[in-house]
Structures are given as structure tokens and as C-alpha cells.
């Protein structure tokens, strides 16, 4: 069985940094693909960043230039480096994986981007 957990999240000013992390249960990362969803109150789950398994990154077009995806199979921990916040930036992040046609969900951590 597939666990991640999510950590990082808080409260953080206007242009400030935050880096999530993933840590997973299993090789998942090694073998599968991932990405990091967020979700405001009030809004659809939607997809911040991707890494495929291949190395292949792709980013929402807000978050280009300011959000890093990235892996570390040696320690099956995934990341999400967030430079330049603002408060639309505000939301549940969560982190994905996918193998084998499924979907893993961690339980999500917050990121408030607030003065």
C-alpha cells in the first residue's frame, strides 16, 4: 500500500518561500510518475506541477518561473519549492503519484500566502 505524507505547508508572507515535501511509503517515485495538486476553498482540485518518471517537468502557467518540482528516489521524498508567493497561492497542496493506471493522494498541507 502506496502512503504519502505531506509537510512544509504554513503561513508565510507575501514573496516569501516554502518547500513541501513528500515522503513516501514505497519506491513509487522511482517507478512512477508525480505532481503536486492544490486546492482553494470553494475550488476544483487543480494540477500546480508534474514530474514524470522520465525527468519531464510541466507547470501551471501561474506558478512557471517561481515553483520547482522535484525527486529524490534515494530518500522516495518528492518536492515542491515555492519562491515568490501570493496570496492567490493560497490553498490545500497535495501531493500525486501515479503507476499502473492509479492515483495516490496524501492528506494535503496547508499554505496560507498572507500579510
Known amino acids: 500500500q502506496v502512503q504519502l505524507v505531506e509537510s512544509g505547508g504554513g503561513l508565510v508572507q507575501p514573496g516569501g518561500s516554502l518547500r513541501l515535501s513528500c515522503a513516501a511509503s514505497t519506491i513509487i517515485f522511482s517507478i512512477g510518475d508525480m505532481g503536486w495538486y492544490r486546492q482553494a476553498p470553494g475550488k476544483q482540485r487543480e494540477l500546480v506541477a508534474s514530474?514524470?518518471?522520465?525527468?519531464?517537468?510541466n507547470y501551471r502557467y501561474s506558478v512557471k518561473g517561481r515553483f520547482t518540482i522535484s525527486r529524490d528516489t534515494a530518500k522516495n521524498t518528492g518536492y515542491l519549492q515555492m519562491n515568490d508567493l501570493k496570496p492567490e497561492d493560497t490553498a490545500v497542496y497535495y501531493c500525486?503519484?501515479?503507476?499502473?493506471?492509479?492515483?495516490?493522494w496524501g492528506r494535503g498541507t496547508q499554505v496560507t500566502v498572507s500579510s
Open positions: 500525486n503519484a501515479y503507476y499502473q493506471l492509479t492515483n495516490y
Open positions: 514530474l514524470t518518471r522520465d525527468g519531464i517537468t
